[in-house]
Structure formats: C-alpha cells, structure tokens
C-alpha cells in the first residue's frame, strides 16, 4: 500500500485508488494530485490500495479486496490489506475510484445517503447514483468510514483516467477541501436489486443500456445466441458480457433522484 497526503495535519478526507489492481484509473488520478498539488485548505490522505495486484495487472492476488473487510482466508495478501485499509480510512470521509465493463459513463454507488454523502454526490460529474444498500460481502463500505464509490468509465481507458481526475477534484470541492464552484444536479437513484446468473455458455452479449427501462419479457441479453429474457421489469446496473464471471450484472430499480443540499 502507497500512503501519500496533500496538506498538513490528520486527514478526515482520503482517496483510494487501486482497490482492484486492473482498474488504474484512480492511480492515474492520484498522480495527478500529486504533481499539480493543488491548494487544499484541508489535509487528504491519498492510497493506492492494493500496489500487488497492481504491478501484475490482474483484479487481485488472492482474494478481491472489496470482498475482504468482513472475512477472508488468513494468509491471503488481501486480508492483512483490508484490515490495512480500514485502518487508515477509519471515521475519514472516502472517495473511492474504480472503473466498469459496463459503461463510459461514470456513476457512483453508495451505502445510503446519510452522513453527508448526499451532498457530496449531488457534487459529482456522474450519470447515476446506485444505492447498494446496507453493507454486504464485506466491501469498502463496511468499514467505519463514510465511503463514497466511483466507476470512473471504462476499464483501461483514457476516458476513464480524465474522469477520475475530475472526480478527485470535485469530491475535494464538494467536501470544501478545494475552492471552486459547485454545481448540483439531482441525480436519477437507483436500488441495487438482485444478481443476474449467467447460464452455462461460451459467449455473452447484453442489448440493453445501463439504466435503461427494460421490459418485462424484454431480450435483455443473449448466451450463445440463447435469448435471456426479464422475467421482470427493472432497470440493468452494472450490466455487462464480461464485467464478472458468475453474473451478468444486477436487477436495479429506479427510486427518484438524489436530493439536494
């Protein structure tokens, strides 16, 4: 774990990059921080999370990260990094980058909107924000700290590199670490509902758009040329052929906007 600061002084404010190791963008981000060093008015912590995984290019070494803050088996490289991590964000107000298979656009996932975090994400360049609910398979958010998620864009690409960086800056704005002008926007919410199984198949392709109404009965994506049809009408989040190895995505559910401060 890298451990760098702007400012002086014990930060309530830290940025993450690097939770998966095959998601730089929020590195790329961090870098930025420090070499523009810009004028904060209050110190941030700033960690690239999990420099292993990273150096190899891979999501983790022996267990994903944001799956290990409740358990993981002892002696695996991300155990002694989660109770690493959770020490140094402990009661600290987190921006936490990562990037999708998804989609381009970025979007942010929280825990509630409680304890400040409304405000901050109302702060943010963002297409979305998806409430994950309370915290489960021991994620970032199950930590004692007000955690705020960004998928930046596209895994890999330049795209999702520049949004980080303005994300970064954005969060330090939102949280008055940084002048500057905020612009709110009431941004649409959605519920995280339930995983989509991948059935047994070679090939996947999705035909639909994250956040996006899809139709009770709607081909929502395909597996081997199979149809995979909604049983339900919901609203894909996370949505993707090749973004994990057991599910399509998640069945999300529209619930308004984002209020604003």
């Known amino acids: 774990m890298r451990v760098d600061q702007l400012g002086t002084g014990e930060p309530d404010l830290a940025i993450v990059g690097a939770v998966h190791g095959d998601e730089p963008c929020g590195v790329r981000a961090i870098d930025w921080l420090l070499e523009t060093q810009p004028p904060v008015s209050q110190p941030v912590e700033l960690i690239v999370a999990n420099e292993r995984a990273l150096a190899q290019g891979v999501r983790y070494v022996d267990a994903d990260l944001n799956r290990s803050f409740q358990y993981v088996e002892p002696g695996a490289h991300e155990a002694d990094l ?10 600290k107000t987190v921006l936490s980058i990562h990037s999708t298979q998804s989609t381009s656009d970025p979007f942010a996932i929280v825990s509630g909107l409680d304890d400040g975090v409304a405000p901050i994400v109302a702060g943010l360049s963002v297409e979305a924000v998806v409430d994950a ?7 970032i958010f199950d930590t004692s700290s007000t955690v ?3 998928e930046a864009g596209l895994q890999g690409s330049e ?3 520049e949004n980080a960086r303005s994300l970064a800056e954005e969060f330090l704005i939102a949280t008055g670490a ?10 649409p919410l959605f ?4 995983a989509i199984s991948k059935p047994p198949a070679t090939d996947y392709e999705v035909r639909v758009e994250n956040f996006a ?5 709607e081909v929502f994506a395909t597996a081997d040329d199979r149809p995979i049809r909604a049983e339900e009408a ?3 989040v996370l949505l993707s052929a090749e973004g994990y190895q057991d599910i399509l995505g998640y069945r999300g559910q529209k619930q308004g906007s984002v209020p604003l401060p």
């Open 82 to 91: 989660a109770e690493q991590l959770r020490e140094r964000i402990r009661h």
């Open 133 to 139: 609910g309370p915290p489960t398979a021991g994620r």
């Open 148 to 150: 705020v998620e960004v």
């Open 159 to 161: 795209a999702a590199a």
């Open 178 to 187: 940084l002048q500057g002008s905020v612009s709110h926007q009431a941004h």
């Open 191 to 194: 519920e995280l509902g339930s």
């Open 213 to 217: 109404p899809v139709d009770e009965g």
């Open 234 to 236: 919901f609203w894909p």
